[in-house]
């Protein structure tokens, strides 16, 4: 897709920085492979379900820990029991240039270790209501990756989940980070945008849009 304006690296608050086509079509390949076959590993990708009883529209399958609404496990308790998909290396070092480029810090980038991944999967109305990522133990950034079609991604405050927000579209190969004073900003994914296949790259992901989160755990034991 040509682009009239070049999108450029930008903060989005304190903390948090949005840099644009980070991840290149080659790059964005890779991952939709990968992410195809932690999806078929095991029990497969699933929608969790809330301790409410409301099953999530996107569907999420885990690495290095597995997590549920609103807890990590080493195993897949909501499903059939087994061990979670480890965490590979070759992610965790994709996480360590993510931090090193959004912060333009290559030691903070060193220092990033990454052990947990969530995968989401969106497709059709699915969303994301505004939440914070606070069941790790760890202050670490987290690491969003955007893949496919494009989204309006919300970051809040840390306080509620109302205003002050800023809304940004995400698209295919973009990389968000957020951590240090919004680290624990509620933020969201309120809805797909509307896109014409030319608008894609191909990257082998026919519909929908895949996002990446990598986070660091904390965790010295297993979580309780």
Not at 37 to 45: C, H, L, T, Y
């Amino acid at each position: 897709m040509l682009e009239l304006l070049p999108r450029e690296r930008r903060p989005l608050a304190p903390g948090a920085v949005h840099v644009p086509g980070w991840l290149d079509v080659d790059q964005q390949r890779r991952l939709v492979e990968a992410c195809r076959g932690w999806a078929r590993e095991g029990p497969g990708i699933r929608h969790a379900v809330l301790p409410n009883g409301a099953t999530m529209s996107v569907r999420t399958v885990c690495l290095g820990w597995h997590w549920m609404p609103y807890r990590y496990s080493r195993t897949r308790d909501d499903q059939d029991g087994s061990p979670v998909a480890p965490f590979p290396p070759w992610l965790a070092e994709l996480g360590r240039r993510a931090v090193a480029d959004a912060y333009l810090d290559p030691e903070r980038g060193r220092r990033y270790a990454p052990d947990i991944a969530l995968v989401n999967h969106y497709d059709g109305d699915a969303r994301m209501g505004m939440h914070r990522d606070s069941d790790e133990r760890a202050p670490d950034p987290v690491v969003s990756l955007s893949l496919g079609a494009p989204c309006l991604f919300r970051l809040g405050n840390v306080e509620h989940r109302g205003r002050p927000w800023v809304d940004v579209e995400l698209r295919s190969g973009d990389l968000v980070v957020f951590g240090d004073e919004h680290r624990l900003a509620y933020h969201g994914v309120p809805k797909l945008l509307a896109h014409s296949p030319a608008d894609l790259p191909d990257i082998g992901l026919d519909r929908g849009r895949l996002n990446i989160t990598l986070r660091v755990s904390g965790f010295a034991d297993p979580p309780r």
